[in-house]
């Protein structure tokens, strides 16, 4: 972090302009800074010059200050430059864009002397160079003649202006053939501010005249009115901004707080630590910022992920709770040092995860060693097999597995994710062969980010990633064995995961995929047992009251469930024994449930017969 006085701040905001000496004036030429062959000094921001060694002013045919912009001609020629005389100087910029710091020299200052280009002789000429990337200035260093400079050398990521000034004591001075930016030009942006309250939590008690979150947005004031926006002692705010902010060169944004009277931290103590995101769900800490600050951070001081962008900063409260101050942080604004830009496409993934990073292997439920034609990580990747068939992965007890796309997983209205589970001859899954997963989702892989989505079983296996947070996409998926619901001898086995919006696109093709996926999954289209007869009245239903009339062959224990197009148990509506032969019949109230299609689930020792019906209110 790097700490701002509040008169640099005015400049970073652009309300500071550079003035010319004495009585030369600011030229306003408009070359352009980009030519074919290469980058030039494109515009005089302001310059002096000087006069003669005895006094005299410079002639005319050394003085036209265009002569210095664009392609220097590196031929020594006369009438081809500019002399900057005794005191004089020039500050030129390249029309905007910035020098980028490449391999070796970057940018060369060609001086015109008629004996030549090397140094060594008499009529030498020096000059001093100084270099800015906009808001500050350092001291290069001395040049002789030609001046080769390497903007690694100073504390700078680039350079938007040079200054030369003249320490020649030759007649005329130094003269300014041209300025040329050896590995080319980078375009600038311009710098924005936080322009969204997306979240304000204040903590009382706060004045009411300092409760507007609004007064964080725009440009920041740097003065000492009430255009700003108080925290409270713990109290919280969030912004965004019109775009993303890019992970630039050097520092990113700027943090600025009052305090009347600028007072200092030492003395009147406010503080908060500054927090940025990407999805507005995972927030990583950049650091702290005090009384009366304009602070600069830069977005690769985090450690724990890259962030080529950002879309949001929160700012969390921590004056010291002995504070003098009555009400803690006050936030004037944010400043996004390289501008805001339109958020990239992210590219997306295919319906399939496609790459397993981490295979934790679990135990069988009795702590024993898992069949090795169960742990292969692979068998979790790719199309799933659907299968009862030794093509999936067993997580068992304490185990998991991590997957990833290649791409981002959409987020999409309901279901978004199809974790699709192999129970060998157990068709439902969650109520016969109990099996269960926790899923968690993440856009970055590492601690703190994962989401708790759901847990996932046979029949119930799909998931909204909305539960998990307020996601555009996800890129990773963990799945966990849930030690506690799993009942069977190995866990969890994942055949496969299929990310619904990127397969199908729209909501009604997604939704028809998850219903033709059940009726397969849940045997809708399947034998019926011998023996089990069923029929559904009414179907559909007008008012989601229906009734099922079922008959068995054999004595035994029946279970009737009630099943959504999801696969998800609604009820359970009988679950006792039966007699072969006599006619059962079962009710159930769907009138609280949406229209659609449900499902009786019938499972005897018979077998399972499913009959559909639709609910149509």
Same mark, same amino acid.
């Given at each position: ?89 020039? &500050? $030129? ?5 910035? #020098?980028?710091? /490449? *391999? =070796?020299? !970057?940018?060369?200052?060609? %001086? @015109?002397? +008629? ?121 919280? &705010? $969030? ?5 993303? #902010?890019?992970? /630039? *060169? =050097?520092? !990113?944004?700027?943090?600025? %707080? @009052?305090? +009347? ?129 030794? #093509?999936?992965?067993?997580? =068992? ?221």
């Amino acid at each position: 972090m790097v700490k701002f006085t509040k008169s640099i701040i005015a400049y970073v905001c652009g309300l500071a302009t550079i003035m010319s000496v004495g009585a030369s004036n600011v030229a306003a030429n408009t070359t352009p800074s980009i030519e074919e062959d290469g980058c030039f000094g494109a515009n005089v921001v302001a310059y002096y010059q000087g006069t003669q060694q005895n006094g005299s002013a410079i002639p005319a045919d050394r003085s036209d200050i265009n002569t210095m912009l664009g392609a220097p001609d590196r031929s020594n020629a006369a009438g081809g430059f500019f002399s900057l005389g005794v005191d004089g100087w020039v &500050i $030129i910029d390249f029309n905007g864009a910035a #020098v980028i710091d /490449g *391999p =070796g020299a !970057d940018i060369m200052v060609y %001086e @015109t002397s +008629f004996s030549g280009d090397n140094c060594g002789y008499s009529d030498d000429e020096y000059a001093m160079i100084e270099l800015s990337d906009g808001t500050n200035w350092v001291s290069y260093g001395q040049i002789c003649r030609d001046g080769a400079i390497d903007i690694s050398t100073v504390a700078l990521a680039y350079v938007t202006q040079i200054k030369i000034i003249n320490q020649a004591t030759t007649p005329d001075g130094y003269d300014v053939d041209g300025v040329e930016a050896v590995h080319g030009c980078q375009e600038i942006a311009t710098e924005c501010y936080g322009s969204t309250v997306l979240a304000y939590n204040p903590v009382d008690p706060i004045q009411a005249n300092r409760k507007n979150p609004e007064n964080a947005l725009g440009a920041p004031q740097v003065d000492n009115t009430l255009n700003f926006v108080t925290l409270g002692f713990g109290g919280s &705010i $969030i912004i965004g901004f019109d775009g993303v #902010v890019p992970n /630039g *060169p =050097g520092d !990113d944004l700027v943090i600025v %707080e @009052t305090t +009347f009277g600028n007072a200092t931290f030492s003395s009147y103590p406010e503080s908060a630590d500054v927090y940025v995101s990407q999805n507005n769900v995972d927030y990583f800490f950049l650091g702290t910022v005090y009384t009366d600050e304009s602070a600069a951070f830069d977005l690769d001081a985090i450690t724990e992920v890259s962030l080529p962008w950002i879309s949001s900063v929160k700012l969390i409260d921590t004056t010291p709770l002995n504070s003098v101050s009555d009400d803690g942080f006050d936030l004037d604004g944010i400043i996004a040092l390289h501008g805001c830009q339109e958020p990239e496409t992210p590219q997306l993934a295919g319906c399939y995860a496609t790459e397993y990073l981490e295979y934790v292997q679990g135990t069988t439920k009795s702590n024993g060693v898992i069949n090795s034609n169960r742990t292969n990580p692979l068998q979790a990747l790719g199309e799933p097999e659907r299968t009862d068939s030794y #093509v999936f992965t067993t997580l =068992g007890y304490g185990g998991s597995i991590t997957v990833a796309f290649d791409g981002v997983v959409l987020n999409g209205p309901g279901a978004d994710l199809q974790f699709v589970e192999t129970s060998f001859n157990q068709p439902l899954g969650c109520s016969q062969y109990k099996e269960y997963a926790d899923i968690y989702v993440s856009n970055y892989n590492v601690e703190g980010t994962w989401h708790y989505a759901g847990t996932v079983c046979k029949t119930e296996n799909t998931i909204d990633i909305s539960d998990a947070g307020d996601f555009d996409y996800i890129t990773y998926v963990k799945i966990v064995n849930n030690d506690e619901l799993s009942k069977t001898p190995d866990g969890y086995d994942l055949d496969g995961i299929v990310a619904f919006y990127n397969c199908y696109g729209s909501p009604a093709i997604v939704a028809q995929a998850i219903l033709e996926d059940q009726q397969n999954t849940l045997g809708i289209n399947g034998l019926n047992p011998s023996g089990i007869d069923a029929t559904i009245y009414p179907n559909p239903t007008s008012t989601g009251l229906s009734e099922v009339t079922f008959t068995t062959g054999l004595s035994g224990n029946v279970r009737v469930d009630v099943i959504d197009q999801y696969g998800r148990t609604i009820a359970n509506v009988f679950n006792k024994e039966t007699n072969p032969g006599q006619k059962y019949n079962v009710s159930f109230n769907g009138s609280n449930l949406p229209n659609g299609l449900y499902m009786y689930v019938i499972t005897s020792e018979e077998g399972t017969v499913s009959k559909k019906f639709v609910i149509a209110k």
